[in-house]
């Protein structure tokens, strides 16, 4: 009898199975046997060698920008000073100097003159002018020096040359005053001198339409109170503006109302005058002085 053996075919695990793309992929991507050539190579950039920050002076122009007035002023004067040709050179270059910009000047002088006054109950002792005689003399220095680039040849305008000598004669108003003699000649000699000041400027102005810009800006009055408030001394220039404006003013006298031959002549003489630009001509020179 034949033995049946029935052979049956062993069940597959159900837990084997073949190996999905997808699973053989995460195996090989896990595997630490994968080569190195299939992973992703890093990105690497080459620092660029940087030089060494060192220090270097600043230009010219940077500078300059830095500086302020007072700085820019020792510098320029340093190189005046230094390269006497160079002289030339900057009063070429530079704007010429306006009436603020030089009054300012000479109110910080004085600012300074002030401001070292020592403590002493006596402004106008000797000590004090001891203590003040360097700023006494950069002062008086600096009128002696500014004054001129104001008076006629070098300034055209008579009307520029009267509103800086208005300004400057106020200055000297207020000069100190003290008790030794002596030394209140610099400040009488400042007050003759500005009033040839004004005597230049006056005559320069009425050789211009018969001094008629004289009339106006109040100088008759201004120049008569700066007459004085310095005790007279610039009588002068004040006669010398007088005798400037005295034919544009209404004649008071009996024998110029009476309309005599005299008169008529007079005016008729000046009338000429203006007409043939001759007026004034024949007055006298201003006289030598300091300014």
């Known amino acids: ?23 053989e992929d995460d195996e090989m991507s896990t595997s630490p046997l ?13 620092k660029r060698a940087r030089p060494n920050l060192t220090g270097r002076p600043l230009t010219v122009d940077r500078l300059l920008e830095t500086l302020d007035r007072e ?51 006596n402004p106008r002792s000797d000590y004090t002018y001891d203590r003040i005689r360097p700023q006494w003399s950069d002062l008086l ?54 009033s040839r000041a004004w005597s230049s400027v006056i005559k320069e102005a009425s050789k211009r339409g018969g001094g008629i810009q004289l009339q106006y800006g109040g100088w008759e009055e201004k120049l008569r109170l700066h007459n004085q408030k310095s005790g007279g001394l610039m009588q002068e220039a004040y006669d010398e503006l007088m005798g400037a404006l005295g034919w544009l003013k209404p004649q008071t006298q009996p024998h110029m109302q009476s309309g005599g031959a ?28 300091n300014w």
């Open 34 to 46: 994968l080569s190195a050539a299939r992973l992703p190579q890093p990105v690497t950039t080459r």
């Open 71 to 121: 700085s820019l002023r020792s510098v320029l004067r340093t190189l005046s000073d230094r390269n006497p040709h160079l002289r030339d050179e900057i009063l070429h270059l530079s704007p010429r100097p306006s009436i603020t910009s030089t009054l300012e000047v000479l109110r910080q002088y004085l600012h300074e003159l002030f401001a070292a006054y020592p403590l002493d109950p």
């Open 1 to 23: 009898m034949a033995n049946n053996h029935t052979v049956s075919a062993t069940p597959s695990n159900p837990r084997k199975r073949k190996a999905s793309p997808s699973s």
């Open 262 to 289: 005299g008169s008529s002549f007079q005016q008729h003489s000046i009338r000429q005058q203006l007409f043939s630009g001759t007026y004034g001509t024949d007055q006298p020179v201003m006289r030598t002085g």
């Open 141 to 194: 220095n600096a009128l002696t020096d500014f004054t001129p680039h104001f008076l006629p040849p070098h300034e055209s305008q008579p009307s520029t040359s009267l509103t800086y000598l208005d300004g400057v004669t106020q200055i000297i108003h207020e000069l100190p005053e003290w008790d030794t003699a002596q030394y209140n000649l610099a400040k009488q000699n400042a007050y003759e001198e500005i």
